[in-house]
T-cell receptor, first 113, second 115 residues
Framework: DQQVKQNSPSLSVQEGRISILNCDYTNSMFDYFLWYKKYPAEGPTFLISISSIKDKNEDGRFTVFLNKSAKHLSLHIVPSQPGDSAVYFCAASLLSSGDKLTFGTGTRLAVRP | GAVVSQHPSRVICKSGTSVKIECRSLDFQATTMFWYRQFPKQSLMLMATSNEGSKATYEQGVEKDKFLINHASLTLSTLTVTSAHPEDSSFYIC???????????FGPGTRLLVL
């Protein structure tokens, strides 16, 4: 039972353009969402998060949008840079459950120079 | 801030031996740490939640007698893979959450290869 899904296993974007990574979840009780970036053989690096009481959070080139009614969140990277090439995981948690994270399956982003 | 380290980064062992992996929060205290496992081309799967001074909470399907977790201090949690077998070969990652923050920060991971 995959509660957090990233339906696009890969995405290729031209440098300077926008990268949009999508994530869907099934558990409406999730109240905190995070995006992590991961390189092979390394631990995930935290990028940005959003609480369920908000619908948008922005940090530099990264913006996360949350649509609770659709159980959908997305990560926008503008402008995309070659160094952004990595696997991106979305994760969801239920703060009342002790912060256990449920991860999506990941999307591999390739930013072409 | 919020740096998490793991040691070793990579270990190769013979089948039947035990392997200990350390997870340390370097610049904050963590009452709770988490252990994840990632198989190739798959997502990170939570194995257990490590609570300082008490027993770990294991996810369904994870053998607590095989994956021993000790959270002896507010900055250190250890995962011991006992009697390792080739199917235990994986990438093990820990995470920790500083104080009142909701965000978990991850260690660099440990690659375990059991021959």
């Amino acid at each position: 039972d995959q509660q957090v899904k990233q339906n696009s296993p890969s995405l290729s974007v031209q440098e300077g353009r926008i990268s949009i990574l999508n994530c869907d979840y099934t558990n409406s009780m999730f109240d905190y969402f995070l995006w992590y970036k991961k390189y092979p053989a390394e631990g995930p690096t935290f990028l940005i998060s959003i609480s369920s009481i908000k619908d948008k959070n922005e940090d530099g080139r990264f913006t996360v949008f949350l649509n609770k009614s659709a159980k959908h969140l997305s990560l926008h990277i503008v402008p995309s840079q070659p160094g952004d090439s990595a696997v991106y995981f979305c994760a969801a948690s239920l703060l009342s459950s002790g912060d256990k994270l449920t991860f999506g399956t990941g999307t591999r982003l390739a930013v072409r120079p | 801030g919020a740096v998490v380290s793991q040691h070793p980064s990579r270990v190769i062992c013979k089948s039947g031996t035990s392997v200990k992996i350390e997870c340390r929060s370097l610049d904050f205290q963590a009452t709770t740490m988490f252990w994840y496992r990632q198989f190739p081309k798959q997502s990170l799967m939570l194995m257990a939640t490590s609570n300082e001074g008490s027993k770990a909470t294991y996810e369904q399907g994870v053998e607590k007698d095989k994956f021993l977790i000790n959270h002896a201090s507010l900055t250190l949690s250890t995962l011991t893979v006992t009697s390792a077998h080739p199917e235990d070969s994986s990438f093990y990652i820990c995470s920790a959450r500083p104080g009142f923050q909701e965000t978990q920060y991850f260690g660099p991971g440990t690659r375990l290869l059991v021959l």
